[in-house]
Structure formats: structure tokens, C-alpha cells
């Protein structure tokens, strides 16, 4: 992996603050420096071993499934080499070896019932078959189909963990940040785009008690056919509307200090490993939650989440209230922020007079070009202090809502700017500062590790000193 310096730094503006996802962008990109063999993945060759890194091996045939399963997740492949392949697998098997000599614990129950909620998802995707399966991926039996992706899913999660313990503890100074900053060259520095800092104020529909009920009995029915050996994962995946758990299966780690909602948290902490909890209301919707393990103060749960529907008579109902807030801030009754405070209806949002945090940045300015579809037309012709009118949203919780925003300040487009630009300089730099601890753990490790590497491949030119030459 490569040390990102500041000519890196417009990549580090497109990278996702996702290390594990960061971390495979870099491997994938620069993991070698010239293209050798230039030979095509879709060739076929007698299958061997061509590494081994301390107790793993990577087999010719593991750079294939590679190909094909970054193929199928729409990634293109082009100028992708095996050379680069195969050193994003021996970064992968140098990270799940290095997590068993540090004694990093993956239990093999954990892995099993992640193996179950997997496959579960899949059958239950496809509609397809256990044999199904088993010849897609090119099996004899089930049994080694279970054996291959039990596998697959250890080294993935030991892979995991041991990264997150490299970057876990690495932080970053205010001073570390300036000269993080003052090392990027004056003609390089990127230009944000036009920002907006946005209010607004929520109205959500009164829901009726048989919609109510209506979702009680079906989350209801879910906990019957959990009970009786369905998968919450599953149940999870296909029909919760939380966006931030559905498609992890619903899992979620939690302690007292989670920022989540009363209800929620009383629920989650009254019950025993094991046991899910009967339907309840919060602000959100109704839940079912399950409690995987508890772990001293910390909480590994699921959960499923469903917002009742809303009728037509309760939307109207919405919408008036909202044309008549708007009337009153339009003829200078009130101001747009007290209008939040004593009148919408979002927790988040209503204490700061309506104002949004965007929660990439975690401040409050919005890049106009990065705005999904719906906010950007309601507020790209809006001038500063302009209300708009009331319109329909879904959020992604589920439901439907009416809502007023307004522009309170607009940005112009400039270049990197310290001050006014700090919390985004930040992340960029900490993110500089944690890809470096990675090659430099990984150089280390290297030197430590017995890695072996067979055939035409020792002809490749890695970046990582693989070959220890």
C-alpha cells in the first residue's frame, strides 16, 4: 500500500471514509508498478499454489474467483493485472496470520452462524437451492461448498480486525493537521464546489392505530418464524427500513452511551442474550430487537424496523399545517428557527432552529453537487432566507412527511481554505496518517513473515517488498 503524500490528496477527496474500503482501493490501484505477467485473469490454468504467507497459501485459482467476484460487484477490472491481484490476497493472508500470532480471537460459532445468515440471505434472494449454490460455486458436495466459504468469511473477519487494531489507536493533532495542510503544494490544492448551509422544519402525519396494529402483527409473525428457525438476518435484509443496520443483517453494537432513542435503549437492556423483545414504538416506527451476545457493558443486537403507513386524510392534514407555518414565516410572524423549535416535528434538527448537519463532514455545510436529487431540487434556486414550499419526502426510516427548507448561507466555490475548511482537512489528514501506519506495519511484518512465492509471479514488480529482495 501506497504512502499518500500531497499530490495523493484529490484521491484522498473521492476516497470513502471507510478504511476497510479505502484500504482495498489502494491495494487494488498500487500494489505493483509495472504490469507482469501481462497475461489475461480469464485464462485458464492448471491450478497450484503460488503463495504461502506465513500459515496461508493463495492458489492460481483464488486470483480467478477474485476477478470474477470484483466483476460481478460492477467493478472494472481493465488494467487490473494478476500481479495486482495477487498482492491485494498476500496483504489479506498477512493480516489474517499477523491476527493469529496477536491471538485476535474469531470464534468458529461466530463465523457458523455468520455462514447460516449468509447462505440464508442468498436462498431466500434467488429462491434457488442448496445445490444451486454448490454448483455456482463450482463444488463437489455441500459439505466442501461450507468448508470453502467458511473459510473465506474467517480470514475476511480476521483480516478485519487485525486492520482496525493497526489504525484503532491512531490519532490526529490540530498541529499534524496544519502541516498535513502546509505540505500541499499551492496550485494543488482541491476547489470545493458551491455549498449550502440548510433548515428546515418537519410535519409528520398522525398515523392511525389499525395502521399501527397493522405493523404489530406482522413483526409479530416474524418473531413466530424466527422462533421456529427462520433467520433474522434475513428478515432483516429484506424488510427493515433502517437503513444503517438493514443491510448488515440488523446488527448493531450498543452500550449506554449509543446516541439512540430512550425507548430503544430501554428495550435493548432489559433483555437476555438470546431472547428477542415483543413489538415496540419509537419516533421511528416499530421494532422487534435480538440479543446476540452481551458483552459486559456493550450490547451485540438486530433489529427490524417498519414504519406504519399513512392514509391520504392524514397527509392532507400535514400539508396544511405545513402551507400555514410557511404563511406565518413569509409575513414575518415568526422566524424560520422558532418555527423549528416549537413546531416540526424532528428531534435531531428542532433544537437547532431546523438546521442540518451533513453527515459525511458532521458540519453544517452541504456541497450543492453532492446533494441526492430530492434536496437539490428543493433548494439549488431557493435564494438565502427563501422558504420553499411545502413538498412530500419518504426519509429513508420509512413513511412519508411534508417539509419546508430554507438556504440560511451560501458558499461560493473556492480552494482549500485552513480555517474555514478545517473538519474536512482533518479527515483527509487522518486518513493520510492511518494509510501510513498501515505500510509501515506491513513492512515490518513482511520482514517477520515467512512468505514464499512461487513461479512467473516472482517476476512481478510489487510495490510491498513481497519477494524481500
Not at 82 to 100: N, P, S, V, W
Not at 244 to 252: A, L, V, Y
Not at 301 to 330: F, G
Request: charged content about 30%; overall charge neutral; proline content about 3%.
Amino acid at each position: 500500500m501506497k504512502f499518500i503524500n500531497s499530490r495523493n490528496f484529490l484521491v484522498l477527496l473521492l476516497a470513502v471514509f471507510s478504511i476497510g474500503e479505502l484500504q482495498a482501493q489502494e491495494i487494488i490501484s498500487d500494489t505493483v508498478k509495472k504490469q507482469a505477467p501481462k497475461s489475461s485473469y480469464k485464462r485458464q490454468k492448471i491450478d497450484g499454489v503460488i503463495a504461502t504467507v506465513g500459515d496461508y497459501i493463495v492458489l492460481d485459482s483464488d486470483i480467478d474467483k477474485n476477478f470474477l467476484e470484483l466483476a460481478a460487484n460492477g467493478n472494472n477490472l481493465e488494467n487490473v493485472t494478476r500481479c495486482q491481484m495477487l498482492g491485494k490476497l498476500l496483504e489479506e493472508r498477512l493480516y489474517a496470520h499477523q491476527a493469529l500470532q496477536d491471538s485476535i480471537i474469531v470464534k468458529d460459532s461466530e463465523i457458523n452462524s455468520m455462514m447460516e445468515e449468509k447462505i440464508g440471505v442468498m436462498l431466500e434472494q434467488t429462491r434457488g437451492s442448496m445445490d444451486d449454490l454448490v454448483k455456482y460455486y463450482k463444488k463437489n458436495s455441500e459439505e466442501e461448498f461450507r468448508t470453502y466459504f467458511f473459510e473465506i468469511l474467517k480470514m475476511n473477519k480476521l483480516t478485519s480486525e487485525m486492520t482496525n487494531k493497526i489504525i484503532d489507536k491512531v490519532e490526529i493533532t490540530p498541529e499534524e493537521v496544519r502541516t498535513f495542510f502546509k505540505g500541499i503544494k499551492k496550485e494543488e490544492l482541491p476547489t470545493f464546489g458551491d455549498e449550502l448551509e440548510i433548515s428546515q422544519i418537519v410535519i409528520k402525519p398522525q398515523v392511525t392505530e389499525a395502521e399501527k396494529q397493522k405493523v404489530r402483527d406482522r413483526l409479530n409473525e416474524f418473531k413466530k418464524e424466527i422462533a421456529a428457525g427462520s433467520s433474522f438476518y434475513s428478515k432483516a435484509v429484506l424488510y427493515s427500513q433502517d437503513p444503517g443496520s438493514k443491510s448488515n443483517g440488523g446488527f448493531m453494537k450498543v452500550n449506554r452511551k449509543t446516541p439512540l432513542v430512550k425507548e430503544f435503549k430501554d428495550v435493548a437492556f432489559s433483555l437476555d442474550e438470546g431472547q428477542i423483545s415483543e413489538p415496540f414504538e419509537t419516533e421511528y416506527g416499530f421494532h422487534i430487537v435480538y440479543i446476540e451476545k452481551i458483552r459486559g457493558q456493550d450490547v451485540d443486537l438486530r433489529h427490524i424496523l417498519i414504519a406504519p403507513k399513512i392514509s391520504e386524510e392524514s397527509l392532507k392534514q400535514a400539508k396544511d399545517k405545513a402551507t400555514l407555518i410557511r404563511k406565518k414565516i413569509v409575513d414575518g410572524e415568526i422566524s424560520f428557527a422558532d418555527a423549528a423549535r416549537s413546531e416540526s416535528d424532528e428531534i435531531e434538527t428542532k433544537a437547532n432552529g431546523g438546521a442540518l448537519l451533513n453527515p459525511k463532514s458532521l458540519d453544517s455545510r452541504f456541497e450543492l453537487t453532492k446533494l441526492d436529487a430530492m434536496l437539490y431540487g428543493q433548494v439549488s434556486n431557493l435564494k438565502t432566507g427563501e422558504v420553499s414550499l411545502p413538498f412530500i419526502d419518504e426519509p429513508r426510516s420509512g413513511g412519508k412527511v411534508y417539509k419546508l427548507m430554507m438556504v440560511t448561507n451560501r458558499i461560493a466555490a473556492h480552494p482549500a481554505d485552513y480555517s474555514t475548511d478545517y473538519i474536512k482537512i482533518k479527515e483527509f489528514a487522518l486518513k493520510d496518517k492511518q494509510i501510513k501506519e498501515i505500510a509501515k506495519w506491513t513492512e515490518a511484518k513482511i520482514k517477520d513473515t515467512y512468505i514464499k512465492i512461487n513461479g512467473e509471479y516472482r517476476d512481478c514488480d510489487f510495490l510491498n517488498n513481497w519477494l524481500k529482495k
